[in-house]
């Protein structure tokens, strides 16, 4: 594998109703765009609503992923094309976690703490256990400790002789913890087919990445272990389905492969921190000038994909689902108390 490139930006499709736009990546449509841009609106709506309900008391803790949301879409949209993926997300992943296949009521029951929840039945931290149903695990919300077990369950679709390749998310801070050490050598030791997907928004909660490592780009200690390391424009959907398709083929063919997202985080670490004790108010909004959300917009109509009538259609279509959402999650039950040993053991 090579450094990722910039994407090919596709020319209007002078077929109309066409399903493959001219010079967008392999196995792309201009209908897939519109499925992940709808996607991308319905989580950043979701996203927003959750920050604001928490504010009411509403929803105790969450960890926005305003930013994130193109690196995380764009590596889904691979890895759903693909077919024979698994994922290991992070705390910071509400845009695969619900792009994946939950409903927004799941998500806010989820955040809520009500009864139903589909990870945990409420018993862990938002959207933190299994979605087996829709290849998802992250057992743990402990910093980079989602790798180990990612390399782990990888080898062991390899034992049983699947084809399967498993995609690891994580932050920029979790690249200094040992765990990603130990996971990443192993991985390249024995060549388990793996693609380490790191976040890099600059921030480690407070700390910014010249304050954490002495290095420009994680990627670069890829090749410390043995395997390619790739520094990827994480703010553009196109970009990142390219590359992360090239790393799950070169995963299943080869061995691991660490992709480096260079993202945005647009708020605070969590609901809990207060970012302005490190972050100049100018910082985030001029961040807030490659707002993947508003750049896929503007794309999307530029490339003749979408309509500004259907753009709207798509927002009115996100709030009254959020909406929706809202109102039966409020409604819905807390866990009956009685069912808290359920599935802890066997019968």
């Known amino acids: 594998?090579?450094?990722?490139?910039?994407?090919?930006?596709?020319?209007?499709?002078?077929?109309?109703?066409?399903?493959?736009?001219?010079?967008?990546?392999?196995?792309l449509t201009s209908q897939d765009l519109v499925e992940y841009y709808s996607k991308m609106v319905m989580v950043r709506t979701m996203d927003e609503r959750i920050w604001m309900l928490n504010r009411q008391g509403k929803v105790p803790i969450s960890a926005s992923a305003q930013g994130h949301e193109a690196a995380q879409l764009g590596s889904l949209l691979a890895a759903r094309k693909d077919g024979d993926c698994f994922l290991f997300p992070y705390y910071r992943d509400l845009g695969i976690k619900m792009a994946a296949g939950l409903t927004p009521t799941e998500v806010m029951k989820s955040f809520m703490g009500k009864a139903g929840e589909p990870y945990s039945n409420a018993r862990q931290f938002p959207l933190q256990g299994a979605d087996l149903k829709h290849n998802i695990i992250q057992i743990s919300n402990v910093v980079a400790a989602g790798l180990t077990q990612a390399v782990g369950y990888a080898l062991g679709c390899r034992m049983m002789g699947e084809k399967t390749v498993v995609l690891v998310f994580f932050g920029?801070?979790?690249?200094?913890?040992?765990?990603?050490?130990?996971?990443?050598?192993?991985?390249?030791?024995?060549?388990?087919?793996?693609v380490f997907v790191c976040e890099n928004n600059g921030y480690a909660i407070s700390v910014p990445q010249s304050s954490q490592m002495a290095i420009a780009d994680v990627a670069s200690r890829a090749e410390g272990y043995g395997f390619p390391g790739v520094v990827v424009d994480g703010m553009d959907l196109v970009s990142v389905y390219e590359a992360t398709r090239e790393a799950i083929i070169h995963a299943r063919a080869e061995g691991p492969v660490l992709l480096e997202m260079k993202v945005e985080r647009f708020m605070p670490h969590t609901t809990d921190d207060d970012d302005r004790r490190y972050r100049p108010a100018e910082e985030v909004e001029n961040l807030r000038q490659r707002d993947p959300v508003i750049?896929?917009?503007?794309?999307?109509?530029?490339?003749?994909?979408?309509?500004?009538?259907?753009?709207?259609?798509?927002?009115?279509?996100?709030?009254?689902?959020?909406?929706?959402?809202?109102?039966?999650?409020?409604?819905?039950?807390?866990?009956?108390?009685?069912?808290?040993?359920?599935?802890?053991f066997v019968d």
């Open 295 to 344: 750049t896929m917009t503007a794309y999307m109509i530029e490339q003749g994909f979408l309509t500004q009538e259907q753009v709207e259609e798509i927002d009115a279509e996100a709030k009254r689902a959020i909406n929706e959402a809202t109102d039966a999650a409020d409604a819905a039950a807390l866990p009956d108390p009685s069912t808290l040993l359920d599935n802890l």
């Open 1 to 27: 594998m090579t450094q990722a490139r910039a994407p090919k930006r596709p020319r209007k499709n002078s077929a109309k109703g066409s399903a493959q736009a001219d010079g967008l990546p392999q196995g």
């Open 172 to 194: 920029d801070g979790a690249s200094s913890q040992g765990e990603t050490h130990e996971a990443m050598n192993f991985a390249g030791v024995h060549k388990v087919p793996v």
